[in-house]
């Protein structure tokens, strides 16, 4: 089959078909998944331990999810640290009946990691990451204005992130659970870049494919020992270079409702709120970024009564916060480069090219 009309396929299938046949997943399954996002390359057995259940219980769960698509292990940059790109999240307004075409255009390109639609005053929210600042101004001044539906643009580029989605995992898990199962803490001082070698970029590249790849594998495709192979995947993931993420819909683990917190926050509390922020259950993402709002925070939730209390009784004690824009996060098209159809994560080869 010609490449263009596979991806037209690929495309129509990701955009045209969002309803799905609904997806079974019991509490059991929840608590497997926020198991594999402390820990996503940890063996079955090691999770099984954790949490209680037969190794054989836990592979065949967690293999049904994965072969479903409720849930995939990838693997995502430090895009700051190292040197891959400078993130910026997008503000997208489009003209009306547009959004879903605008959606795909944005999903569509490689250097987009993630697209969701927004109530609030734009449209689409988009996040992506750009090689450079000069092909950073190319692509707002031309590339994503030049989409046919696309209005106006609101560019906001990260400047420090306290917490990626990579670090989140649902709240089904006790803290014991939590304790047998999360890596080693990360060094403190981490220097702010920090490239990669040749072989290091091409041990990535296999685990954003597969972030649950064996040692054994990565030896064998790229023609190194698996000591060799385990030292480098190891030290990637130590080092913070690279981060293993168990990419599932939050609704699916009964967290419906998911909003996007821009914060206007007074600077010499910043770092602070930030942190505190970050360290809450509740929040998947925090960064500080450039813009009218200092701070963008993705908060989930299973009710909005849930989410009323967030804004009450942890955003509402901080004084150094000033103002807040809440939208909320009513589909998502992309995360993680991962392509999404409807609830469902699809696998890297659905990954298109503009």
């Given at each position: 089959?010609?490449?263009?009309?596979?991806?037209?396929?690929?495309?129509?299938?990701?955009?045209?078909?969002?309803?799905?046949?609904?997806?079974?997943?019991?509490?059991l399954d929840r608590r497997l998944v926020a198991?594999?996002?402390?820990?996503?390359?940890?063996?079955?057995?090691?999770?099984?331990?954790?949490?209680?259940?037969?190794?054989?219980?836990?592979?065949?769960?967690?293999?049904?999810?994965?072969?479903?698509?409720?849930?995939?292990?990838?693997?995502?940059?430090?895009?700051?640290?190292?040197?891959?790109?400078?993130?910026?999240?997008?503000?997208?307004?489009?003209?009306?009946?547009?959004?879903?075409?605008?959606?795909?255009?944005?999903?569509?390109?490689?250097?987009?990691?993630?697209?969701?639609?927004?109530?609030?005053?734009?449209?689409?929210?988009?996040?992506?990451?750009?090689?450079?600042?000069?092909?950073?101004?190319?692509?707002?001044?031309?590339?994503?204005?030049?989409?046919?539906?696309?209005?106006?643009?609101?560019?906001?580029?990260?400047?420090?992130?306290?917490?990626?989605?990579?670090?989140?995992?649902?709240?089904?898990?006790t803290e014991q659970e939590i304790a047998e199962?999360?890596?080693?803490?990360?060094?403190?001082?981490?220097?702010?870049?920090?490239?990669?070698?040749?072989?290091?970029?091409?041990?990535?590249?296999?685990?954003?494919?597969?972030?649950?790849?064996?040692?054994?594998?990565?030896?064998?495709?790229?023609?190194?020992?698996?000591?060799?192979?385990?030292?480098?995947?190891?030290?990637?993931?130590?080092?913070?270079?690279?981060?293993?993420?168990?990419?599932?819909?939050?609704?699916?683990?009964?967290?419906?409702?998911?909003?996007?917190?821009?914060?206007?926050?007074?600077?010499?509390?910043?770092?602070?709120?930030?942190?505190?922020?970050?360290?809450?259950?509740n929040v998947r993402y925090c960064a500080a970024?450039?813009?009218?709002?200092?701070?963008?925070?993705?908060?989930?939730?299973?009710?909005?009564?849930?989410?009323?209390?967030?804004?009450?009784?942890?955003?509402?004690?901080?004084?150094?916060?000033?103002?807040?824009?809440?939208?909320?996060?009513?589909?998502?098209?992309?995360?993680?480069?991962?392509?999404?159809?409807?609830?469902?994560?699809?696998?890297?080869?659905?990954?298109?090219?503009?």
């Amino acid at each position: 089959m010609h490449s263009d009309d596979r991806n037209s396929q690929i495309s129509e299938q990701i955009f045209t078909n969002p309803t799905q046949k609904r997806v079974q997943v019991d509490v059991l399954d929840r608590r497997l998944v926020a198991a594999l996002q402390v820990s996503p390359r940890a063996s079955w057995g090691e999770i099984g331990r954790a949490v209680g259940e037969h190794e054989r219980t836990v592979a065949r769960r967690l293999q049904r999810l994965i072969t479903e698509g409720v849930v995939r292990v990838t693997a995502i940059y430090d895009d700051l640290r190292t040197g891959h790109g400078r993130p910026v999240h997008l503000h997208v307004q489009v003209r009306p009946g547009s959004a879903a075409q605008v959606a795909k255009a944005l999903a569509d390109r490689p250097d987009t990691r993630s697209v969701y639609s927004l109530t609030g005053a734009a449209d689409l929210g988009c996040e992506l990451v750009s090689p450079s600042r000069e092909d950073l101004h190319r692509i707002l001044s031309s590339q994503v204005s030049d989409i046919d539906g696309v209005v106006q643009t609101q560019t906001q580029v990260v400047l420090h992130t306290f917490r990626t989605v990579a670090e989140w995992h649902a709240p089904y898990l006790t803290e014991q659970e939590i304790a047998e199962l999360r890596p080693d803490p990360f060094p403190e001082g981490l220097p702010d870049e920090e490239g990669l070698s040749p072989l290091e970029q091409e041990i990535a590249e296999l685990l954003a494919a597969d972030g649950r790849i064996a040692f054994t594998a990565v030896a064998e495709r790229l023609d190194v020992s698996v000591p060799t192979a385990r030292r480098r995947v190891t030290s990637l993931i130590e080092r913070r270079l690279l981060l293993p993420r168990a990419e599932v819909e939050p609704a699916l683990l009964g967290l419906e409702v998911e909003a996007m917190l821009w914060l206007k926050v007074r600077p010499h509390g910043l770092d602070l709120v930030g942190q505190r922020l970050a360290a809450h259950p509740n929040v998947r993402y925090c960064a500080a970024t450039t813009g009218t709002h200092s701070l963008i925070v993705q908060v989930v939730a299973a009710h909005e009564a849930d989410l009323y209390r967030f804004m009450t009784g942890v955003v509402g004690r901080h004084d150094e916060i000033t103002d807040v824009d809440l939208t909320l996060i009513t589909r998502a098209y992309k995360r993680g480069h991962l392509h999404k159809s409807g609830l469902l994560t699809l696998d890297h080869h659905w990954e298109t090219t503009p």
